[in-house]
């Protein structure tokens, strides 16, 4: 049977936007990389994308067949051999430091470009004119502090939860729902839960089909700013409230 949804998302920047959140989020030395635990908390990350059924780019795979053959390596005995003592064996992680120093550059220079841009788009120039204070528009932005990593990784959480609640002889009935339609439920409930409601309670069903169009439901409401997910601490529970955009629909 084909999967119900083949999902393509836009929000994953590359694997090493991935490597470089997971070196943040465990406060990883990045000039000392623990190779079996990056590389186990990687494929974590690619195997909830394939349980949410998410097209995976194939970069992401290249770069965990890398981390996989850098881990196996580091792992075998030291092998005597008849070398000159001038030979120098590079460390296998240098040039996977290198690339991710260099990818951390770009990112942080694009982050700033970014935020003077953003700062630039509430700038306008017009002739003089009374100006009227009841009138001026509130902008709207998504005060959010979540990335599509840290979507994941609550997702591994939903993931485990529902395998363990889930009874062990059980009949489900496959249905197909509609992104558009999830969405407006998960709106509804949002907005009954103005204080913010946890992410783990917008996925009642057990099911992989309810679950992934769920997920990809939430995604885009986010990227409407019709919702935001906040997370406390690293490894906390996400809180989702509605945003500014629902707000003005709502009025």
Known sequence: MQPAYQVKLDAFEGPLDLLLHLINQYEIDIYDIPVAEITEQYMHYIHTMQQLELNIASEYLVMAATLLAMKSSLLLPNQELDVDEDTYEEDPREELMRRLIEYRKYKE???????????????????????????????????????????????????????????????????????????????????????????AQLFPYPTRSHIVVTFVAILELMKSKQIYCVQQKHFETLTIYPGLHAEVEEN
Do not use: C
Not at 129 to 135: C, K, L, M
Not at 165 to 189: A, G, H, L, S
């Open 109 to 199: 220079a694009a982050t700033q470009l970014k935020e003077k841009e953003e700062d630039a788009s509430f700038s306008y120039t017009r002739a003089p004119q009374p100006f009227d204070y009841t009138t001026t528009p509130k902008p709207l932005t998504n005060p959010g502090n979540v990335s599509i990593y840290d979507m994941l990784a609550a997702m591994q959480k939903v993931f485990t939860r529902k395998q363990w609640n889930r009874p062990m002889e059980t009949t489900v009935q496959r249905t197909e729902i509609p992104i558009k339609q999830r969405m407006d439920e998960v709106m509804v409930q949002i907005k009954h839960n103005k204080n913010g409601i946890a992410f």
